[in-house]
């Protein structure tokens, strides 16, 4: 009777994988090195009722078409739609229906496995199980190694990391292949590549994070997929059940990301991919035709003066500091119950025109050395972004940028927000009560709750352009 391949004792990873780590040269390594990092950073799998999901819309095996999977992973997506084709009964290879290209040999192999136990629970015999599923599930970089056909369904869930994350080595590779304007992060360059493997009147269904539907980042790649597929069904995805073993966090933590589930195609009925933003589930209705407050206020990003102790002093070093170079500086831990207490440190202001008295030049020569490598640039007595033409005459508000709503504070004038929180001073449209009122709305909560960027614990991330398009209603 045959034995399934976990009840031999042979683990996922075991079965294939151990021949590829083999007679390593110096490069090879360094490439198995980059690979592995690569997987520890975007080994997020989906769960089986989101597979399922995908499946039925994109009508498979029913479309009878081609499948492919282009980051299989431990190959769910693979064993599901291999589930559907088997009970179909049919007389037909199953690779020629089904691929997965997966770079990680250890992820590779756990998705041979997974197919060829699928296979065994159908009959098939063991060895040639293990064949079958060889030829299925291919140890090979998608956006590299590519394949050259086109398919009729692609779906899966591709790695999402930002460019800065890769590895170098593959960084370097991928540099070479992938379009520039989908080399920010690897979401967009398989979204890219995905677009151009499926057949035309093919679909892409697939769970991603959402941010490539939202930033500023990604409009080009949003243009550019628009030329070749529309959007025909996005939903958004409960992190804690669409996924199992999150990028190999704690045991029971949800990954930091907000996902989507999503159905590319040619179809006529799809919404149009463009360069604007698209907010999944977001009933744009009650906002139409309403003022914005970038019509009615200034929203400017508070500077950030670099290292505190350098061109941000506690009170001990403003005593030694003449009174008019020094101005109060607010950060959000100045905050408490919603009101500004007294004022714990102080910016010092220079001019680039103008150098500083001898007080000023003493201290900064005693503290540069301790300011962080971005912040020097420039004229040494500057900080890395001046302040000195800000009008601070008016009274403003301060809204700090990450936040679960447009929360805003009073700040008196001649004090500096620092630190890229949101300021807002009056464009004399409208008085700072009524700006305050606006931004302490439901209508405004709910506007931010919409299209910001999603962070965790129901905070968002708030930006000067989101601000400035906020709907401007006073309560």
């Not at 992060?185 to 677009?195: G, T, V």
């Not at 539907?213 to 628009?226: I, K, P, V, W, Y």
């Amino acid at each position: 009777m045959n034995q399934t391949l976990n009840e031999r004792g042979l683990s996922r990873s075991a079965v294939f994988a151990q021949p590829q780590l083999m007679f390593e040269d110096e490069t090879s390594a360094i490439r198995t090195a980059a690979i592995d990092a690569l997987h520890f950073a975007t080994a997020i799998y989906t769960a089986q009722p989101v597979v399922d999901d995908l499946l039925d819309r994109l009508n498979w095996p029913a479309a009878k078409t081609k499948l492919l999977d282009p980051s299989c992973g431990d190959g769910m997506f693979l064993a599901r739609a291999l589930e559907r084709l088997l009970a179909l009964g049919l007389d037909i290879d199953p690779c020629d229906l089904i691929e997965g290209w997966e770079i990680h040999p250890g992820a590779c192999g756990e998705a041979r496995v997974r197919v060829a136990e699928v296979l065994q629970k159908h009959g098939v015999d063991a060895r040639f199980a293990i064949i079958t599923a060889t030829r299925m599930v291919h140890n090979k970089d998608f956006l590299v190694d590519g394949p050259t056909t086109l398919y009729g369904c692609v779906a899966g869930n591709p790695p999402y990391l930002r460019a800065a994350h890769v590895p170098a080595y593959l960084r370097e590779i991928y540099s070479g292949v992938v379009p520039d304007y989908a080399s920010a992060d690897l979401l967009h360059s398989f979204l890219e590549r995905c677009s151009r493997v499926v057949e035309p009147g093919g679909k892409i269904a697939l769970v991603t994070a959402d941010r490539w539907l939202t930033n500023a980042s990604a409009a080009r790649l949003r243009e550019a997929l628009g030329k070749r597929v529309s959007l025909a069904h996005v939903e958004r995805l409960a992190v804690g059940s669409a996924f199992y073993r999150p990028k190999f966090r704690r045991k029971g933590s949800s990954p930091r990301i907000h996902p989507i589930s999503i159905v590319l195609g040619a179809d006529e009925g799809g919404r149009a991919l463009s360069m604007e933003p698209i907010y999944p589930g977001v009933d744009e209705t009650p906002y139409e035709g309403l003022p914005t407050l970038g019509e009615v206020a200034k929203v400017r990003l508070a500077p950030w003066l670099g290292t505190a102790g350098v061109f941000v002093v506690d009170a001990e070093v403003a005593k030694r500091l003449p009174p008019e170079v020094l101005i109060p500086a607010v950060d959000t831990d100045d905050f408490c119950d919603g009101k500004l207490q007294a004022p714990r440190r102080w910016a010092i202001r220079t001019r680039p025109d103008e150098e500083p008295c001898r007080e000023v030049l003493d201290h900064l020569h005693r503290t540069m050395d301790t300011m962080a490598e971005r912040g020097k640039q420039g004229k040494f007595w500057l900080p890395p972004e001046p302040f000195h033409q800000l009008d601070l005459s008016q009274e403003s508000l301060l809204v700090p940028r990450i936040a679960k709503g447009p929360k805003a504070v009073r700040i008196p004038p001649d004090c500096l927000a620092i630190n890229h929180n949101l300021s807002i001073v009056s464009a004399g449209k409208a008085n700072l009560a009524e700006i305050e009122s606006a931004l302490a709305s439901p209508l405004a909560h709910q506007w931010v709750k919409d299209h910001a960027d999603r962070l965790e614990n129901s905070y968002h991330s708030l930006t000067t352009t989101l601000l400035r398009k906020l709907p401007f209603v006073p309560r």
